[in-house]
């Protein structure tokens, strides 16, 4: 950035080393777009307003109130107003195809930008930030982004966060490599550390925006760095193109690299919540419909529970679908789980009614029913009732947003598949098990190298 003007020449070459280190050619020109914090404020309104509209926003509200996902009263589009416009330094546009770098945020950097300026003696901070926005035009070029958002009633959040991580983790390595980035496997380990860090990071500098928004957006850039780092050690950069063809399912997939690779992939277990038109005629219209997720029920159990106990507590997922329908003031809420083994089950049916206050749980087998709300007599048997998988398969919801945070991305590219440094980062973190519990039995896991 040059006195408000992009530096198109800065522009060119990373553009040039981008294509070179990802291995991939840009079908068409991605015009770049100077824009003031004045600018980048009426971008982040207009994308929340065309993605999250009030009627959308309130009831999502609601119903994370509901099951203590956030506090009661919490208003959620203030909050990631702040979380955008504060932290914002690049973003791309996939409907409009075009680069927006801000003229204040990219001087900043962060962290993780400091970190690798300090290994390279060389002022990284442009350059990252112009490779990995480039990067998901290239993505979006190859195989498209998601510009439209799913209702509220038929949104698949765990969906959308496993490809957003993907989409992410692919973009920092990519910067890193189009910007000279090579490191040795010491220095990995001590980025990984430092991706580590990007939650308590975001807690310190934005306390007021909820635990929810802060965890599901630090997870899109620490877990989806760690997920691609492993596809890179597998083969390279063909192997993360094979993903961008075929991403990730599940957060779960995402979290557990292994179970996306395993030669059985350990896909969700779709789950339908019967409903009838009972309750339309009772006055009861549908509200909301997810599906949460690992990441979601790792924060969701975090508010309540010390980290590893919360993670713990949320491994073992295997599918879940969320209703909400609304009459008045009421709201009925029921979240159906599905779980690897009646063990995993067991642990989450025990902390649910503990991070969900006022919930009445029920556990039959490798599952668990949530319910909050007056809900009529005999409604619980309908809700066990039906387990046929559900239809809907789109893409989207509120947090397809595009807006992307530059204050956390850094690492560099695997040149080979060095898995014993990943193991000391990442394995011991993220898999670690109550080693009592036994294995899920239907997976077929590949040995790791």
Same mark, same amino acid.
């Not at 596809?231 to 292994?258: F, I, K």
């Not at 087998?365 to 909050?372: D, H, K, T």
């Given at each position: ?11 060119? &070459? ?25 600018? *980048?404020?009426? *971008? ?20 994370? +109130? ?12 203030? +909050?990631?107003?702040? =979380? ?17 770098? !801000?003229?204040?945020?990219? &001087? ?45 009633? !038929? ?14 983790? %692919? ?30 990071? =975001? ?30 050690? /597998? ?10 063809? %075929? ?34 005629? +009772? ?43 609304? /009459? ?9 789980? !599905?779980?690897?083994?009646?063990? %995993? ?31 009529? @007599? ?6 066990? +009732?039906?387990? &046929? ?39 011991? /973190?993220?898999?670690? @098990? %109550? ?5 899920? &039995? ?8």
């Amino acid at each position: 950035m040059r006195r408000g003007r992009v530096n198109e020449a800065l522009v060119d &070459q990373v553009r040039i080393r981008l294509v070179a280190e990802r291995h991939l050619e840009f079908r068409a020109p991605v015009p770049t777009r100077a824009l003031d914090p004045t600018d *980048v404020a009426a *971008v982040v309104d207009a994308e929340l307003a065309r993605t999250f509209p009030p009627s959308d926003r309130e009831r999502t509200e609601a119903v994370y +109130a509901s099951l203590a996902l956030v506090e009661p009263g919490t208003q959620l589009e203030p +909050a990631m107003h702040r =979380l955008f416009t504060t932290q914002l330094a690049a973003f791309y546009d996939p409907r409009a195809k075009y680069l927006g770098v !801000a003229t204040r945020a990219v &001087q900043s950097g962060g962290v993780g930008l400091r970190l690798l300026t300090a290994f390279t003696g060389r002022d990284l901070v442009g350059e990252l930030v112009v490779a990995h926005e480039l990067t998901h035009a290239l993505q979006d070029q190859h195989w498209g982004l998601p510009v439209e958002a799913e209702p509220v009633t !038929a949104a698949h959040t765990d969906r959308v966060l496993a490809r957003r991580a993907l989409l992410e983790g %692919d973009a920092t390595w990519a910067s890193f490599a189009a910007a000279g980035g090579a490191l040795d496997d010491a220095t990995r380990a001590r980025v990984l550390q430092e991706l580590d860090r990007l939650g308590p990071q =975001l807690a310190v500098s934005l306390p007021d925006v909820p635990p929810l928004l802060r965890e599901t957006l630090a997870f899109q850039y620490r877990s989806g760095s760690i997920f691609v780092d492993r596809l890179l050690a /597998r083969g390279g950069w063909p192997a993360v193109d094979r993903a961008q063809a %075929d991403p990730p399912a599940s957060c779960e997939q995402v979290l557990h690299p292994e179970r996306y690779l395993a030669a059985s992939r350990d896909a969700p277990i779709p789950i339908d919540v019967p409903t009838t038109p009972e309750l339309r005629r +009772a006055g009861f219209a549908p509200v909301l419909a997810d599906t949460l997720g690992e990441v979601v029920v790792r924060v969701l159990a975090s508010r309540r529970l010390p980290p590893e106990q919360a993670a713990q507590v949320a491994d073992g997922w295997g599918g879940d679908r969320l209703v909400a329908f609304g /009459r008045g003031g009421e709201l009925l809420v029921a979240w159906m789980t !599905a779980w690897d083994t009646e063990r %995993d089950a067991i642990e989450f049916a025990e902390a649910a009614p503990l991070v969900v206050p006022g919930a009445r749980v029920e556990h039959r087998g490798a599952r668990v029913l949530v319910v909050v709300g007056p809900w009529p @007599r005999g409604w619980r048997e309908r809700l066990w +009732a039906s387990r &046929q998988p559900e239809a809907s398969a789109g893409l989207g919801h509120h947090r397809s947003l595009a807006l992307e945070l530059r204050e956390m991305c850094a690492h560099g590219e695997r040149r080979g598949p060095h898995e014993a440094g990943l193991q000391v980062g990442v394995d011991l /973190r993220h898999e670690r @098990r %109550d080693l009592r519990r036994p294995p899920p &039995q239907h997976r077929d896991d590949l040995a790791l190298a």
